[in-house]
């Protein structure tokens, strides 16, 4: 077997178009799906300790059945946080302050 030639072990040429920053400064702003953003406006409830608003938002947000696992477990353990006990988190009912 012969050893690789230098000229295979060189990056490919770069694409004479550069991308435009335009997308990439969009995508970067904050986040990029509906999932995302109410997850975030979640934690910003429970890190101002309104409990049972950060709750009752992702209950609401639960209820999209095309929400992706990924989202599903965030909003899962956020809940389970912002409850008093794990048993009702576990549950899927209760409130904080009940």
Sequence with gaps: MDPPSQASLEP????????????????????????????LEAVDLFDKEHYD???EAMKHSMTDMNMPRYYQIKHLLLHASAEEYWYPA?????????
């Design 53 to 55: 608003a950060c709750i």
């Design 12 to 39: 490919p040429p770069r694409s004479a178009q550069k991308p435009t920053t335009e997308t990439s400064t969009a995508k970067s702003a904050g986040p990029s799906s509906k999932y995302a953003k109410d997850y």
């Design 90 to 98: 576990e549950r899927g009912g209760g409130s904080r302050d009940a």
